[in-house]
């Protein structure tokens, strides 16, 4: 089935920095969906990126398409305790199969 | 609706023990999916349903693992038998046709010994 590659794997931040994680494809996806798992948590869903080229944003935290549908990226502004966990990216499918996840830390 | 719900919420067992893991997807949702989550190999998806119909299990790691789906409200994840490489947490997660957005149970960890 569909496998997308994301990362970095880890990815430990000061407080107050950026953040960014992508998730890339070898085919054109439909669409993909961006997951976050809080430690201990269970994976929740975020948004889904349908056209080429979209960009969405919800507070600190923006999402892109590629224009190509085939990469995406999510870059969290400001980085805050809040924001650690896990972020998943899956592709198009019905069949819902993740990337490996990119673990984000944040020091206070 | 109380959302996706697993249970046990966590099992202990012993090594060659039978374990059974199971799923109430949410009301009117026609995808169900087994993920399996580990430090090593992340989310892996072990198999997936359709209106009940078992559509993909190229993820299920072998034969000692089987998963049914006897009606659209409850769903059974087996390991027969089980052993320590097994040990991990499995979330059961559901969606509906044309809403890619899935919702997940909050898993059931299983620690075999």
């Known amino acids: 089935g569909q496998q997308v590659m994301q990362i970095p794997q880890y990815q430990h931040v000061q407080e107050g920095e950026d953040f960014t994680t992508y998730c890339n494809s070898s085919t054109t996806l439909s669409n993909i969906q961006w997951y976050k798992q809080r430690p201990g948590g269970h994976p929740v869903f975020l948004i889904q990126l349908v056209k080429s080229g979209e960009v969405k944003k919800q507070k600190r935290l923006t999402f892109q398409f590629g224009e190509a549908k085939k990469n995406s990226s999510l870059h969290i502004t400001a980085t805050q305790t809040t924001d650690v966990g896990t972020y998943f990216c899956a592709g198009n499918n019905n069949d819902m199969r993740f990337g490996a996840g990119t673990r984000l830390t944040v020091k206070p | 609706d109380a959302g996706v719900i697993q249970s046990p919420r966590h099992e202990v067992t012993e090594m060659g023990q039978e374990v059974t893991l199971r799923c109430k997807p949410i009301?009117?949702?026609?995808?169900l999916f087994w993920y399996r989550q580990t430090m090593m190999r992340g989310l892996e998806l072990l198999i997936y349903?359709?209106?009940?119909?078992?559509?993909?299990d190229s993820g299920m790691p072998e034969d000692r693992f089987s998963a049914k789906m006897p009606n659209a409200s409850f769903s059974t994840l087996k390991i027969q038998p089980s052993e320590p490489r097994d040990s991990a947490v499995y979330f059961c997660?559901?969606?509906?046709?044309?809403?890619?957005?899935?919702?997940f149970g909050q898993g059931t960890r299983l620690t075999v010994v």
């Open positions: 997660a559901s969606r509906s046709t044309g809403n890619t957005e899935a919702f």
């Open positions: 009301s009117g949702h026609d995808y």
């Open positions: 349903f359709n209106n009940n119909v078992p559509i993909d």
